[in-house]
């Protein structure tokens, strides 16, 4: 093996490793994430169902389906929100 092949495997081995550090930091910002998301999901179900009874699989589907901002906007309406309409309902 030459000098330079040595050095190309080298070169390799290294952008390899710094791919694999990026693709972990990547994954574990992802699973956080999501983490969070269903963090929301769960206490945003559990708070409507405090206040307004039963969900339907219609509201619960919708929920889960929502985004951190959607289920933030729900939790804030759902502190003033009269009726489980209300709180869903974006304005």
């Known amino acids: 093996m030459s000098f330079d092949e040595l050095t190309d495997l080298q070169e ?3 952008m390899l490793s710094e ?3 990026d693709w ?3 994954w574990k910002e992802q699973g ?3 983490g969070r998301a269903e963090g929301r999901v769960d206490l945003i179900t559990r708070l ?18 929502a ?3 959607e289920l933030d906007a729900i939790g804030e309406r759902l502190l003033t ?6 709180a869903m309902e974006s304005n």
């Not at 929100?81 to 209300?86: K, N, R, S, V, Y």
């Open 81 to 86: 929100a009269q009726t489980l309409q209300e």
């Open 24 to 26: 972990t930091k990547n």
């Open 12 to 14: 390799i081995d290294n």
């Open 48 to 65: 409507l169902s405090k206040r307004f009874g039963p969900l339907t699989d219609d509201v619960r589907n919708r929920i889960s389906g």
């Open 67 to 69: 985004s951190i901002d």
């Open 19 to 21: 791919r694999v550090k």
């Open 32 to 34: 956080i994430a999501e």
